[in-house]
């Protein structure tokens, strides 16, 4: 949900709950405000209905008693209202009244009247205490309020489910951070910084990769054939010979094959027996060639540096964390070792918002597999997008991240995203 969309929400709701706050307050003030002029009119109103019919001598007393409910009317006004003639009741509001008791004093909201009448000789007293704020208003004010704040409730939560299961993932937060996304131009050393800091379990990124990034670089190529006849003026290295070992195959997620009568790329094999993991001059090769098929699928790719530092690869507890990460990837020959003190990882098909949720996840816990030691942990992530982009090019990427990353304690993961939009327009214009 984005963060302008919530503010103008909240502003709305604001003004909404304040409505019907101030519509409560305002109706029952004014009700109350009025209610003594309504109250006189109320009962003189009554007291003219009733004469009229204590003046009429040819009905009988049920008519009469017929006629005197028709002049009250409804009774919600009424707290009390009791009619004698000669010292006889003769009409009794409510029926459990106690006409012994004090009829003055109900209520502060009890506006009592008296009146006297002299009808055809016979003495007609009319008492009646009317609600200067009636109960039955204070109720329907209040359910108008209620509903208004209750519809605003409703879509709110509606709101909250939506964004939970159709907006964007959560990412499962480190303890006391803050998640970082570069934009920069690598080979300028240009770095811009843009900090997200979100709440509690919730980590929303945004990354921009600027225009001149894309035009400074020449490891970009616009199609599969043109990346495999033209070179960087950076990539130094030969093109794979196809009889060498160091081409690996194609298939997907096939371990390396090693062609007969090949020369051995290194003395100790395809792994390293201190990680497990592949040597890191297998590296360039294996992701050049996921690179290129994750091209050729329409499949983004995930790049993961972990550096472990404080930790040698001869530590019994490294050996953990490389089990561990052996079964987060699935597959070894996916893991390479890098530099002195890093891991390298590949994930087929992952996003840069899923990217940095895993790399997260992988962080806290190797923290608590290493917790004795005590290490710095720090991941840096890019993907491919939807770039043809060089291997070269990502690790260059993930590197710079790792190293925003040192920078800030707070945040021991840092991805890299390139902008979808500026990079159409760099294939368009070149």
Same mark, same amino acid.
């Given at each position: ?13 604001? =003004?909404? /709950? $304040?409505? *019907? ?6 109706? @029952? +003030? !004014?009700?109350?405000?009025?209610? #003594? ?62 006409l012994n008791s004090s009829l003055q004093n109900t209520s ?22 009317l609600y200067s704020l009636r109960p039955s208003s204070i ?8 509903? =208004?704040? /209750? $519809?605003? *409730? ?6 909250? @489910? +939506? !964004?939970?299961?159709?907006?964007? #993932? ?112 297998? /590296? ?147």
């Open positions: 949900m984005k963060k302008s969309f919530i503010i103008v929400y909240s502003l709305i709701v604001s =003004i909404v /709950l $304040i409505f *019907a706050i101030s519509y409560f307050a305002v109706s @029952i +003030y !004014n009700e109350n405000n009025h209610g #003594e002029l309504r109250t006189e009119l109320r009962f003189e109103k009554i007291v003219t209905g009733i004469k009229t019919t204590y003046e009429k001598n040819n009905i009988s007393s049920s008519e009469k008693n017929r006629q005197i409910q028709n002049t009250i009317g409804d009774t919600k006004d009424f707290s009390y209202l009791v009619i004698t003639v000669d010292g006889q009741p003769s009409y009794v509001f409510p029926d459990t009244l106690d502060k909201l009890v506006i009592p009247y008296n009146r006297t009448l002299k009808i055809n000789g016979s003495l007609v007293i009319i008492s009646a205490g109720f329907d004010y209040a359910k108008i309020s209620f509903f =208004i704040i /209750l $519809i605003v *409730a409703l879509i709110t939560i509606i709101l909250i @489910i +939506y !964004n939970n299961h159709f907006g964007k #993932e959560k990412v499962k937060s480190i303890p006391v951070r803050t998640q970082k996304i570069i934009t920069e131009d690598i080979e300028d050393e240009e770095d811009v910084y843009e900090y997200d800091e979100e709440k509690e379990d919730e980590a929303e990124v945004e990354v921009k990769e600027e225009a001149d990034e894309l035009e400074n670089s020449d490891e970009i190529v616009e199609e599969k054939a043109a990346s495999e006849e033209k070179e960087t003026e950076k990539d130094v290295s030969p093109e794979p010979i196809p009889n060498k070992t160091e081409e690996l195959p194609l298939k997907d997620f096939e371990p390396v094959e090693i062609i007969p009568n090949a020369e051995p790329v290194h003395e100790n094999g395809l792994f390293s027996p201190d990680t497990g993991f592949g040597w890191e001059s297998y /590296l360039m090769t294996r992701l050049e060639n996921e690179l290129n098929r994750a091209t050729a699928s329409e499949l983004d790719l995930a790049l993961f540096i972990i550096k472990l530092d404080g930790l040698g690869r001869k530590n019994p507890i490294m050996k953990k964390i490389c089990e561990y990460l052996t079964v987060e990837f699935q597959f070894k020959d996916l893991l390479f070792e890098y530099k002195d003190d890093s891991i390298c990882g590949l994930k087929i098909s992952m996003n840069i918002d899923n990217a940095i949720t895993f790399a997260e996840k992988l962080v806290a816990e190797i923290k608590n597999i290493a917790a004795e030691e005590a290490p710095t942990i720090l991941a840096g992530v890019t993907t491919r997008g939807i770039r043809m982009v060089s291997g070269e090019r990502l690790l260059k990427e993930a590197d710079e991240a790792v190293k925003h990353a040192a920078e800030d304690p707070k945040c021991p993961v840092v991805g890299f995203r390139a902008d979808a939009v500026k990079y159409r327009k760099f294939l368009e214009t070149n």
